[in-house]
């Protein structure tokens, strides 16, 4: 089977034509051979058929003339009969038996040149035909038998060579036949062969003429669909080449491409890679590719970052180097692109170093948050800002702007001897336009190339600056600016915070208005006093300094001229006290003194003096003379207190008692004189139980006209009759009723008080001389005042003009417009007015002109030392003489003494008051006085 497999496929044509062909040969073949086969059986029976009936007629025939003749014995002629049937017959023989025995026989003759046919068709014939036998009977006798053979031989000879010849002329037609098939179904399907798309011309297939109708369609048809196959995949193939030449050109665009041969050597370049290497075309083609980064030529895609000298210097490739391989599958050569990455390596680089040097920003910023040493921190900027440039040297300067000289604080990479200190101011121009003087000086000495600097500036003060220098020339970027500029930001940043520190604790120990030490520090100075005295046996002392009417100052003219007052006073404290003593400021205008060596009380005493003295000088401030003054209270160690805290309290309390006492003097501690705030918390709320009780009153003390000596008037002087305390004073109470407002329906009482007083007096006296009342500074801001009083006089019934108000000067000034106008108001009831405590505050000529004023009373603190303290003479002589050229009346108080009154009269004066005439009085007391005719004083 196999065998016959492998012979088929070995014998089976190749072409189309062969095919065909073969087939029809074999179809030929098969008819030619059936044809045959049939033609032959057909020709084969009949001839035998032909041949028996021939023998069986021949045998008739022959029976016949074999009667004749053998009726009459001519055997002769039987012989010759039979002759003749043998010449024509297929017999082999023919004989005639005689019944009487004899024979006779004749042959056929021996044929040589008779074909010989095969033996199966002779044994084939002689089967089909039998011999002839003939009886010969005469009249009803019989003769013999006439016997004939046939001749297989012959017959199968004869139709061997019919079969022959006719095969070999259906050999010869199925022969011409077949050539002329042959040659037609080659001509006919020669037009296959032709078969072939459109060149593009569109000429189809040349068909010849005869083309078989099928062959012409299939062919047209294949025609067609090449074209609209051309059509369909020349569009896309255009297309796509049109896309392909795009993606070069952008590639050309984008990047550097080459190709380079087997060996490695450029081929071809582009125009970009002719632009980047600044050589001609003819000149890189066929060199080695350069600097492949490690590439060696190999089947494998490599790609590598490479970095390439080209005409701006040295750039960053990535460079991919693709193999292209060929039809056997070798490389042919290789595709090289390169895109530059430059930029982008740059920007990674600069990202790279911006993180490194915010690294080192951040460890300077940690470092100054320690808060260390400034020398450390210093130190490490200058290392620092080497590391973050790149360079070796760096310096930190501090200025001495006003001297033109810097310090060299830290260096970093400057060998140490070679830094001479101070850096002068270089007398040339700077080595740079850019660097601080002394960067230019520091980089000239050095040789240096180049630096920078970044000026560290704490508040708005240069404080010096953070330079870096390179050995080589070159300029610095603005990167490594900002880098410096944040090094110096920390460093300024952190001195910043250490002068802030140092301030803090300066603030926290010494005043900043005055300089002075603070009460903190006051207290610590006043312990180690203490402890030393404990240690020597010896004593400590404290003064406690207040500055009397202070607060008038500060509110008339404003807090700048009190904070000049106040740092002048603190001056002048200092030029009072010995050098071991401590002059501290405890705030507002309280001032105190540590006396370490406290050693006598006259010791003491004489600075108090001093002290007293030296404020009652009066102040230049902002072009006015000032007068103020103070109240001093000692205390010392061990007798006034344990400790510094116990110590200071005694003093102020001392000092609360000297400003009792008529201020501009000084008191020594005394026991009893301890009152503390918790008393005065106990004061305020028995005051206000004393509104409701009604446990006030009114003392009157008289004024007296110098002239005549006659009653002039009185002044309502308040007090306050304690339950258990008895009578006080104001001087207790009058402060806390003016800070807690209960001065106001004190006041009012007051008023209505004094009217209802002056209307007894008026039903059993025919003069009343007018009752003064003083007015307090809260009482005058109050607007509807005037109103108010007016309310009370009317309802009283009284004579406005018994009335008279007494105000400070200080009061007038605070709002000195808002004062006229309520002067005004009560000068329009008939009301006087008057000036109380004048010479004390501070009094504006001018507004005093505008004020309806009626009287001046003189201070008491300017009666005290008359007639000997020539001061206080010229003083009050000069209200005297102001006074009465203002048309004021004038009063002088505190008169204690004949020689007060003497003094005053011969000054001009026009009445006293005073404990010399006589003190505040109760109002039944006063009737005396009323009554009296005869002058009070001579
Ligand atoms: P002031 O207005 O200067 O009153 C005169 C003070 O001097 C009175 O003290 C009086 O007793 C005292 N005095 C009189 N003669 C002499 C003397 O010869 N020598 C000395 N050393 N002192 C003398 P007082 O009564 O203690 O009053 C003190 C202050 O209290 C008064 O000073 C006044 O400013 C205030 N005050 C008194 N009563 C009232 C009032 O009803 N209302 C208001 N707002 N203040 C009043
Ligand atoms: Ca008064
Ligand atoms: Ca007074």
Same mark, same amino acid.
């Given at each position: 089977?196999?065998?016959?497999?492998?012979?088929?496929?070995?014998?089976?044509?190749?072409?189309?034509?062969?095919?065909?062909?073969?087939?029809?040969?074999?179809?030929?073949?098969?008819?030619?051979?059936?044809?045959?086969?049939?033609?032959?059986?057909?020709?084969?029976?009949?001839?035998?058929?032909?041949?028996?009936?021939?023998?069986?007629?021949?045998?008739?025939?022959?029976?016949?003339?074999?009667?004749?003749?053998?009726?009459?014995?001519?055997?002769?002629?039987?012989?010759?009969?039979?002759?003749?049937?043998?010449?024509?017959?297929?017999?082999?023989?023919?004989?005639?038996?005689?019944?009487?025995?004899?024979?006779?026989?004749?042959?056929?003759?021996?044929?040589?040149?008779?074909?010989?046919?095969?033996?199966?068709?002779?044994?084939?014939?002689?089967?089909?035909?039998?011999?002839?036998?003939?009886?010969?009977?005469?009249?009803?006798?019989?003769?013999?038998?006439?016997?004939?053979?046939?001749?297989?031989?012959?017959?199968?000879?004869?139709?061997?060579?019919?079969?022959?010849?006719?095969?070999?002329?259906?050999?010869?037609?199925?022969?011409?036949?077949?050539?002329?098939?042959?040659?037609?179904?080659?001509?006919?399907?020669?037009?296959?062969?032709?078969?072939?798309?459109?060149?593009?011309?569109?000429?189809?297939?040349?068909?010849?003429?005869?083309?078989?109708?099928?062959?012409?369609?299939?062919?047209?048809?294949?025609?067609?669909?090449?074209?609209?196959?051309?059509?369909?995949?020349?569009?896309?193939?255009?297309?796509?080449?049109?896309?392909?030449?795009?993606?070069?050109?952008?590639?050309?665009?984008?990047?550097?491409?080459?190709?380079?041969?087997?060996?490695?050597?450029?081929?071809?370049?582009?125009?970009?890679?002719?632009?980047?290497?600044?050589?001609?075309?003819?000149?890189?083609?066929?060199?080695?590719?350069?600097?492949?980064?490690?590439?060696?030529?190999?089947?494998?895609?490599?790609?590598?970052?490479?970095?390439?000298?080209?005409?701006?210097?040295?750039?960053?490739?990535?460079?991919?180097?693709?193999?292209?391989?060929?039809?056997?599958?070798?490389?042919?050569?290789?595709?090289?692109?390169?895109?530059?990455?430059?930029?982008?390596?740059?920007?990674?680089?600069?990202?790279?170093?911006?993180?490194?040097?915010?690294?080192?920003?951040?460890?300077?910023?940690?470092?100054?948050?320690?808060?260390?040493?400034?020398?450390?921190?210093?130190?490490?900027?200058?290392?620092?800002?080497?590391?973050?440039?790149?360079?070796?040297?760096?310096?930190?300067?501090?200025?001495?702007?006003?001297?033109?000289?810097?310090?060299?604080?830290?260096?970093?990479?400057?060998?140490?001897?070679?830094?001479?200190?101070?850096?002068?101011?270089?007398?040339?121009?700077?080595?740079?336009?850019?660097?601080?003087?002394?960067?230019?000086?520091?980089?000239?000495?050095?040789?240096?190339?180049?630096?920078?600097?970044?000026?560290?500036?704490?508040?708005?003060?240069?404080?010096?600056?953070?330079?870096?220098?390179?050995?080589?020339?070159?300029?610095?970027?603005?990167?490594?600016?900002?880098?410096?500029?944040?090094?110096?930001?920390?460093?300024?940043?952190?001195?910043?915070?250490?002068?802030?520190?140092?301030?803090?604790?300066?603030?926290?120990?010494?005043?900043?208005?005055?300089?002075?030490?603070?009460?903190?520090?006051?207290?610590?100075?006043?312990?180690?006093?203490?402890?030393?005295?404990?240690?020597?046996?010896?004593?400590?002392?404290?003064?406690?300094?207040?500055?009397?009417?202070?607060?008038?100052?500060?509110?008339?003219?404003?807090?700048?001229?009190?904070?000049?007052?106040?740092?002048?006073?603190?001056?002048?404290?200092?030029?009072?006290?010995?050098?071991?003593?401590?002059?501290?400021?405890?705030?507002?205008?309280?001032?105190?003194?540590?006396?370490?060596?406290?050693?006598?009380?006259?010791?003491?005493?004489?600075?108090?003096?001093?002290?007293?003295?030296?404020?009652?000088?009066?102040?230049?401030?902002?072009?006015?003379?000032?007068?103020?003054?103070?109240?001093?209270?000692?205390?010392?160690?061990?007798?006034?207190?344990?400790?510094?805290?116990?110590?200071?309290?005694?003093?102020?309390?001392?000092?609360?008692?000297?400003?009792?006492?008529?201020?501009?003097?000084?008191?020594?501690?005394?026991?009893?004189?301890?009152?503390?705030?918790?008393?005065?918390?106990?004061?305020?709320?028995?005051?206000?139980?004393?509104?409701?009780?009604?446990?006030?009153?009114?003392?009157?003390?008289?004024?007296?006209? @110098? *002239?005549?000596?006659?009653?002039?008037?009185?002044? =309502? %002087?308040?007090?306050? /009759?304690?339950?258990? &305390?008895? #009578?006080?004073?104001?001087?207790?109470?009058?402060?806390?009723?003016?800070?807690?407002?209960?001065?106001?329906?004190?006041?009012?009482?007051?008023?209505?008080?004094?009217?209802?007083?002056?209307?007894?007096?008026?039903?059993?006296?025919?003069?009343?001389?007018?009752?003064?009342?003083?007015?307090?500074?809260?009482?005058?801001?109050?607007?509807?005042?005037?109103?108010?009083?007016?309310?009370?006089?009317?309802?009283?019934?009284?004579?406005?003009?018994?009335?008279?108000?007494?105000?400070?000067?200080?009061?007038?000034?605070?709002?000195?417009?808002?004062?006229?106008?309520?002067?005004?108001?009560?000068?329009?009831?008939?009301?006087?007015?008057?000036?109380?405590?004048?010479?004390?505050?501070?009094?504006? @000529? *001018?507004?005093?002109?505008?004020?309806?004023?009626? =009287? %001046?009373?003189?201070? /008491?603190?300017?009666? &005290?030392? #008359?007639?000997?303290?020539?001061?206080?003479?010229?003083?009050?002589?000069?209200?005297?003489?102001?006074?009465?050229?203002?048309?004021?009346?004038?009063?002088?108080?505190?008169?204690?003494?004949?020689?007060?009154?003497?003094?005053?009269?011969?000054?001009?004066?026009?009445?006293?008051?005073?404990?010399?005439?006589?003190?505040?009085?109760?109002?039944?007391?006063?009737?005396?006085?009323?009554?009296?005719?005869?002058?009070?004083?001579?």
């Amino acid at each position: 089977m196999r065998v016959m497999h492998t012979l088929a496929t070995l014998l089976r044509p190749r072409s189309l034509v062969g095919r065909v062909f073969a087939l029809f040969a074999l179809g030929m073949l098969f008819f030619a051979a059936a044809g045959l086969g049939v033609f032959y059986r057909f020709q084969y029976l009949q001839h035998i058929e032909e041949t028996q009936d021939a023998a069986n007629t021949l045998v008739e025939v022959a029976s016949r003339s074999v009667e004749d003749s053998a009726l009459i014995g001519d055997y002769d002629t039987v012989k010759r009969t039979l002759s003749t049937v043998m010449l024509q017959s297929p017999f082999r023989s023919a004989s005639f038996i005689d019944l009487g025995g004899g024979a006779i026989r004749v042959d056929a003759v021996p044929n040589r040149l008779q074909a010989s046919a095969p033996e199966w068709l002779t044994a084939r014939i002689r089967n089909e035909l039998y011999d002839v036998n003939r009886v010969v009977a005469v009249g009803g006798r019989d003769y013999g038998v006439l016997r004939l053979r046939f001749d297989d031989n012959k017959l199968a000879s004869q139709l061997w060579r019919l079969l022959v010849q006719s095969a070999g002329l259906a050999a010869v037609a199925l022969a011409i036949t077949l050539a002329t098939a042959r040659v037609l179904l080659a001509r006919w399907l020669k037009n296959l062969g032709s078969l072939r798309f459109y060149d593009g011309d569109g000429a189809g297939a040349a068909l010849t003429p005869d083309t078989p109708l099928e062959i012409r369609e299939a062919i047209q048809a294949v025609d067609r669909s090449a074209a609209s196959m051309r059509d369909k995949y020349g569009q896309r193939i255009a297309m796509l080449m049109n896309s392909l030449v795009q993606y070069k050109s952008a590639l050309d665009q984008a990047a550097i491409v080459c190709e380079i041969d087997r060996d490695g050597r450029v081929m071809a370049v582009n125009d970009q890679f002719v632009r980047q290497s600044g050589h001609p075309r003819e000149l890189l083609v066929g060199q080695p590719l350069a600097q492949a980064g490690g590439w060696t030529p190999s089947t494998a895609v490599w790609s590598g970052e490479v970095a390439i000298p080209g005409r701006d210097g040295e750039r960053q490739w990535y460079r991919t180097i693709v193999p292209i391989f060929d039809a056997g599958n070798s490389v042919e050569k290789y595709i090289c692109i390169d895109f530059d990455i430059s930029e982008r390596k740059q920007f990674e680089d600069a990202i790279v170093r911006n993180a490194m040097r915010q690294g080192l920003i951040a460890r300077l910023g940690r470092k100054a948050l320690e808060a260390g040493p400034l020398d450390e921190l210093f130190q490490l900027a200058t290392h620092l800002a080497c590391d973050g440039a790149n360079v070796r040297n760096a310096a930190l300067f501090g200025f001495d702007t006003e001297g033109g000289t810097a310090r060299l604080l830290a260096a970093g990479g400057f060998p140490p001897a070679a830094l001479a200190l101070p850096f002068a101011c270089p007398a040339g121009p700077a080595a740079s336009e850019t660097l601080c003087r002394w960067s230019a000086s520091l980089l000239g000495d050095h040789e240096a190339g180049s630096g920078i600097d970044s000026i560290i500036v704490c508040g708005a003060r240069p404080f010096g600056a953070l330079a870096v220098y390179d050995s080589a020339a070159r300029t610095f970027q603005e990167d490594e600016a900002g880098f410096l500029n944040s090094l110096a930001n920390i460093v300024a940043t952190a001195v910043e915070r250490e002068d802030a520190r140092n301030r803090l604790t300066w603030l926290a120990q010494f005043d900043t208005l005055t300089g002075l030490p603070n009460r903190h520090r006051l207290s610590t100075c006043l312990e180690a006093a203490i402890d030393a005295a404990g240690a020597a046996g010896g004593r400590a002392g404290v003064m406690f300094i207040d500055l009397d009417r202070f607060k008038s100052v500060n509110d008339m003219l404003g807090h700048s001229v009190g904070d000049e007052l106040l740092a002048q006073a603190g001056r002048r404290l200092l030029e009072c006290v010995r050098p071991d003593d401590v002059v501290a400021r405890l705030g507002g205008d309280e001032f105190a003194v540590v006396l370490p060596h406290f050693g006598s009380t006259e010791q003491a005493e004489q600075i108090a003096r001093r002290v007293v003295a030296a404020l009652a000088e009066p102040f230049m401030l902002q072009g006015q003379q000032l007068f103020v003054s103070a109240s001093v209270g000692i205390a010392a160690w061990p007798d006034d207190g344990d400790d510094a805290a116990t110590l200071l309290k005694s003093a102020d309390t001392a000092m609360y008692s000297a400003k009792h006492n008529g201020r501009n003097n000084y008191s020594f501690y005394l026991a009893s004189m301890n009152e503390n705030a918790a008393q005065r918390l106990q004061t305020e709320r028995e005051l206000h139980l004393a509104i409701e009780r009604g446990e006030f009153e009114l003392h009157y003390q008289p004024k007296v006209k @110098l *002239a005549s000596g006659a009653l002039s008037g009185f002044e =309502a %002087l308040l007090r306050w /009759r304690h339950p258990q &305390r008895g #009578l006080i004073a104001p001087i207790e109470f009058i402060t806390i009723l003016e800070e807690t407002g209960m001065i106001l329906p004190v006041g009012e009482w007051v008023i209505a008080e004094v009217c209802r007083q002056l209307r007894l007096w008026c039903a059993a006296w025919k003069t009343v001389p007018p009752v003064a009342i003083n007015l307090s500074a809260r009482q005058l801001t109050f607007a509807g005042l005037p109103e108010a009083i007016r309310d009370i006089v009317q309802d009283a019934g009284v004579d406005p003009r018994l009335l008279e108000f007494e105000l400070t000067e200080s009061m007038l000034m605070v709002d000195p417009e808002a004062a006229v106008k309520i002067l005004h108001a009560l000068k329009d009831q008939g009301m006087r007015l008057s000036v109380d405590d004048f010479g004390t505050g501070y009094s504006s @000529l *001018a507004y005093l002109k505008r004020f309806p004023l009626d =009287a %001046l009373k003189i201070d /008491r603190t300017f009666v &005290r030392d #008359l007639p000997d303290d020539a001061d206080d003479a010229a003083i009050t002589q000069a209200v005297i003489g102001l006074a009465h050229s203002l048309n004021l009346k004038v009063v002088a108080e505190g008169v204690e003494t004949r020689a007060h009154l003497d003094a005053l009269r011969s000054y001009g004066c026009d009445e006293i008051q005073g404990y010399y005439v006589a003190r505040p009085l109760p109002a039944r007391e006063c009737a005396a006085l009323l009554a009296k005719a005869e002058p009070l004083v001579a």
